[in-house]
């Protein structure tokens, strides 16, 4: 038997790698489709459009299509991204734009939300906007996910003290008193907040 120690993690070269995924997948993109459009904000893709850069058979074909071949862009995986809505209550495919003289819609909107281990990515989402006409083609895909680096989930997960985070809110903000159902949700920050992902609690409180 030989012992050792494991190899110390590097960050930096983690980082590294997680970039030139990012890179190499968007080089894809551009070099099949060469008027796609990209707009970032910072080190973060939140808007890809073109005339078209993805086909199926299907709105929902289209939009898995892409999410198989291209979620490196965004610095995910496509096992992380749930065909799901993250608002309550929505389906995962929502149809736009009626046209009058025919009586169809000209778009379906597809919804993926990034999960891990089915615990949703607070506020982060994947939107596929596909023209509903032959070849079903993508011309729009608005991301808020979040590049999570190596955080990864214990395969078992103590259930969260609820009870506690409502208490701390009601002594920072004692004039609240109704609660919803607290859900669990990985917290990575928001548009205007960048943090380390962590488990978190999630509920509304009202006056």
Known sequence: MVAGSAPAYDADAALQKRTERRQGALTRLVNQYSQVRVFDEGSRIKKIYGPAFGFGVSAEDTARQFRDNYSAVFGVSP???????????????????IDRQTGQ?????????????????????????????????????????????????????????????VAAAQAIFPVLKKFSKPKRVI?????EIESEPVLAIQFIGET
Do not use: C, H
């Open 79 to 97: 096992s992380s991204l749930d065909p799901s809505a993250p608002m309550e209550g929505v389906t995962p495919t929502i149809p736009l734009m």
């Open 105 to 165: 819609y000209k778009f379906t909107l597809v919804y993926y939300t990034q999960k891990i281990n089915n615990i949703p990515v607070y506020r982060s989402d994947l939107r596929s906007l596909v023209r509903n006409e032959p070849g079903f083609p993508l011309v729009s895909a608005t991301s808020s996910l979040r590049d999570l680096g190596e955080f990864a989930l214990p395969a078992a997960i103590a259930e969260p003290r609820a009870a506690d985070a």
């Open 187 to 191: 917290w990575a920050g928001t548009e």
